[in-house]
């Protein structure tokens, strides 16, 4: 094409999310363990979680039937679908694949892309490829869908508690709302075995959670410090800072650490000007090796301090997708910027938005992106906190016993699940039947007639 694509960015998002939750301060009496450890220690609230009937294909689809039908997307109008996670049903079918079901009616199978894998990091590695698909010679005109979401499950023990799931599903293309800008990135990656999935038989990942943190505070040191330097070269001869971000949205593993992370950047700020008023109370730690500094609390507790104020302004809004669900892995990031966007709609146009996504192994980035134009009526659509309402609160017994089952019947062929529907949102697509050949069949629960009303093309409801 003659004509490059400008202002490419989010024209909708959606996200789906299970029905069933445990609430967190539950979790604390049923695992024996101090009140707070979940809520205060881990700054979580509830944790949302799949019984059988639901996998990462079933979440998928919901994700992506719901973004299509609440923004009207012509399929035919969709040129580029990718898809960012790490929850893995099959060793050589893309989720794409499935996704594709979704098109089968209008006759639209002229659609790139696939799955991109690495741990918590997939979602932004599709996103970013798809952007740079748009911005080259290979775009056709056409918008794309970016999926970025997983089921984040742990066996018994103090990892439990960090799980969720969710999929969020965004609508990308040219002129948009919401734009990312372009060039403005900073990139850290290394081999590093923090957290793996190395077990196909199981779901449950391999986890060095005190090598984790270190691993996310060393990327965010690069990924700020590359960022800072590339915003310097692109727009602003003078020194870059975070009084130059309004928000901040972090990938979340679970809120503290968000909190610890926020504080980091201004760690960074403060070793390049350590002898700033505003910095004054951090004189003591400024000739510290940066290995010393991950696990220092006294630096620690003077970082949450000091950045307290600019964290409950611009943090705070992002983080209540990851308080409510948990980390979603993929779509962590995501769920951050449409918290933001539900938290913040009437303050965000003409704002800067930074952004840190981190994915074990390790891969990592920061970019930023500007609102432009008001984002009141995908705020509508979306709808969060009144879906977030209308979930249903389990105990940690049944929590138990559902992941129990899980266990049980990965890798499964030849079987039904076993859960009820009712425990589904209306309109939601869920597994029906695994073939002795692992050939997985989908059902939908009762739609509607604005469901109806797209000609999407599945098995049936019920």
């Given at each position: 094409?003659?004509?490059?694509?400008?202002?490419?960015?989010?024209?909708?998002?959606?996200?789906?999310?299970?029905?069933?939750?445990?609430?967190?301060?539950?979790?604390?009496?049923?695992?024996?363990?101090?009140?707070?450890?979940?809520?205060?220690?881990?700054?979580?609230?509830?944790?949302?979680?799949?019984?059988?009937?639901?996998?990462?294909?079933?979440?998928?689809?919901?994700?992506?039937?719901?973004?299509?039908?609440?923004?009207?997307?012509?399929?035919?109008?969709?040129?580029?679908?990718?898809?960012?996670?790490?929850?893995?049903?099959?060793?050589?079918?893309?989720?794409?694949?499935?996704?594709?079901?979704?098109?089968?009616?209008?006759?639209?199978?002229?659609?790139?892309?696939?799955?991109?894998?690495?741990?918590?990091?997939?979602?932004?590695?599709?996103?970013?490829?798809?952007?740079?698909?748009?911005?080259?010679?290979?775009?056709?005109?056409?918008?794309?869908?970016?999926?970025?979401?997983?089921?984040?499950?742990?066996?018994?023990?103090?990892?439990?508690?960090?799980?969720?799931?969710?999929?969020?599903?965004?609508?990308?293309?040219?002129?948009?709302?919401?734009?990312?800008?372009?060039?403005?990135?900073?990139?850290?990656?290394?081999?590093?075995?923090?957290?793996?999935?190395?077990?196909?038989?199981?779901?449950?990942?391999?986890?060095?959670?005190?090598?984790?943190?270190?691993?996310?505070?060393?990327?965010?040191?690069?990924?700020?410090?590359?960022?800072?330097?590339?915003?310097?070269?692109?727009?602003?001869?003078?020194?870059?800072?975070?009084?130059?971000v309004d928000y901040a949205?972090?990938?979340?593993?679970?809120?503290?650490?968000?909190?610890?992370?926020?504080?980091?950047?201004?760690?960074?700020?403060?070793?390049?000007?350590?002898?700033?008023?505003?910095?004054?109370?951090?004189?003591?730690?400024?000739?510290?090796?940066?290995?010393?500094?991950?696990?220092?609390?006294?630096?620690?507790?003077?970082?949450?301090?000091?950045?307290?104020?600019?964290?409950?302004?611009?943090?705070?809004?992002?983080?209540?997708?990851?308080?409510?669900?948990?980390?979603?892995?993929?779509?962590?990031?995501?769920?951050?910027?449409?918290?933001?966007?539900?938290?913040?709609?009437?303050?965000?146009?003409?704002?800067?938005?930074?952004?840190?996504?981190?994915?074990?192994?390790?891969?990592?980035?920061?970019?930023?992106?500007?609102?432009?134009?008001?984002?009141?009526?995908?705020?509508?659509?979306?709808?969060?906190?009144?879906?977030?309402?209308?979930?249903?609160?389990?105990?940690?017994?049944?929590?138990?016993?559902k992941l129990s089952l899980?266990?049980?019947?990965?890798?499964?062929?030849?079987?039904?699940?076993?859960?009820?529907?009712?425990?589904?949102?209306?309109?939601?697509?869920?597994?029906?039947?695994?073939?002795?050949?692992?050939?997985?069949?989908?059902?939908?629960?009762?739609?509607?007639?604005?469901?109806?009303?797209?000609?999407?093309?599945?098995?049936?409801?019920?």
């Amino acid at each position: 094409m003659s004509k490059r694509a400008e202002n490419i960015g989010i024209l909708g998002m959606e996200i789906y999310f299970p029905k069933t939750y445990v609430a967190q301060e539950d979790l604390e009496k049923f695992d024996g363990v101090a009140a707070g450890k979940y809520t205060v220690g881990l700054g979580q609230t509830n944790m949302a979680f799949c019984g059988d009937l639901e996998d990462i294909y079933s979440l998928s689809m919901n994700a992506v039937t719901n973004l299509m039908e609440k923004y009207d997307v012509d399929p035919h109008s969709i040129g580029r679908l990718e898809v960012g996670t790490e929850t893995v049903i099959d060793k050589a079918k893309s989720i794409k694949t499935v996704l594709m079901d979704l098109f089968a009616k209008s006759g639209n199978t002229a659609i790139d892309g696939i799955d991109t894998i690495n741990a918590c990091y997939g979602g932004t590695s599709a996103l970013h490829n798809t952007l740079q698909w748009m911005e080259s010679s290979y775009w056709d005109g056409r918008n794309a869908i970016v999926v970025a979401g997983d089921i984040a499950v742990y066996e018994k023990g103090p990892a439990r508690p960090t799980g969720g799931a969710g999929v969020v599903a965004m609508l990308i293309g040219p002129n948009a709302p919401i734009t990312f800008e372009s060039g403005l990135r900073g990139v850290h990656m290394e081999n590093v075995y923090d957290f793996y999935k190395p077990d196909m038989d199981s779901e449950y990942p391999r986890v060095d959670g005190k090598l984790s943190i270190s691993c996310y505070l060393r990327a965010i040191d690069n990924c700020y410090s590359r960022y800072r330097s590339v915003f310097e070269k692109k727009f602003s001869p003078d020194q870059f800072s975070l009084d130059k971000v309004d928000y901040a949205v972090f990938h979340s593993p679970y809120n503290k650490l968000v909190q610890k992370s926020f504080g980091r950047m201004l760690y960074n700020d403060f070793l390049r000007n350590p002898n700033a008023e505003v910095f004054k109370s951090l004189a003591a730690y400024k000739d510290l090796k940066a290995e010393d500094t991950y696990f220092n609390t006294d630096l620690e507790k003077a970082l949450v301090a000091l950045s307290k104020e600019d964290y409950n302004k611009k943090v705070a809004p992002s983080t209540l997708l990851a308080k409510q669900l948990g980390n979603t892995y993929c779509g962590s990031t995501y769920g951050g910027l449409l918290s933001l966007f539900c938290e913040k709609s009437d303050d965000l146009v003409g704002k800067r938005v930074l952004t840190f996504s981190y994915g074990s192994g390790l891969s990592a980035s920061a970019f930023s992106f500007k609102v432009n134009q008001s984002i009141e009526e995908m705020v509508k659509k979306v709808d969060l906190k009144k879906r977030l309402d209308q979930r249903q609160r389990v105990t940690p017994e049944e929590f138990t016993n559902k992941l129990s089952l899980r266990e049980q019947r990965h890798n499964l062929k030849n079987y039904s699940p076993s859960d009820s529907v009712s425990t589904l949102f209306p309109g939601s697509f869920y597994l029906k039947h695994v073939d002795d050949a692992g050939r997985r069949c989908y059902e939908r629960t009762y739609v509607t007639m604005r469901h109806l009303s797209t000609g999407l093309r599945f098995l049936k409801k019920t």
